[in-house]
């Protein structure tokens, strides 16, 4: 299920309710093409990812919420664990772990654009 969050209130509680589970969050526009062909695919991964919390902010309803998250593109998509945004310092003891096994790691926390297969990787790699 994908909660829709309208401002920043919501926004938190939503994070701090997700507890150690990954959040994924959309952020998308109803006027734009490649958001509407995400839409059911972003509602069909929250079915199927039921130990990850989706939830949707469309900019035009939340503009203060898209620019403290720093959106500049549709769709974007973030990723959050314990109320944090992933990022590559929440992420140190996987990288070095994984770069004494000689594995590569992408960086990649945040997207943008419609690219489902991406996004359903990050997801993977992440929960």
């Known amino acids: 299920m994908v909660q829709h969050i309208k401002d920043m209130d919501e926004f938190k509680a939503f ?9 994924v969050i959309e952020f998308s526009a109803k006027w734009c093409g490649p958001c509407k062909d995400m839409r059911p695919i972003f509602r069909a991964l929250s079915l199927r990812y039921q130990n990850v919390r989706f939830a ?15 959106i ?6 973030q990723m959050f664990k314990q109320i944090q945004k992933v990022t590559l310092f ?18 990649i926390f945040e997207f943008c654009g419609a690219d489902a297969k991406k996004l359903e990787k990050k997801i993977q790699e992440l929960m």
Do not use: M, W
């Open 56 to 70: 949707n902010v469309d900019v035009d309803d939340s503009p203060e919420l898209a620019e403290t998250c720093h």
């Open 90 to 107: 929440s992420r140190i003891k996987r990288t070095c772990c994984c770069y004494r096994r000689g594995t590569t790691v992408q960086q």
């Open 15 to 23: 994070l701090k309710d997700a507890g150690h589970r990954l959040v």
């Open 72 to 77: 500049k593109a549709l769709p974007t998509f």
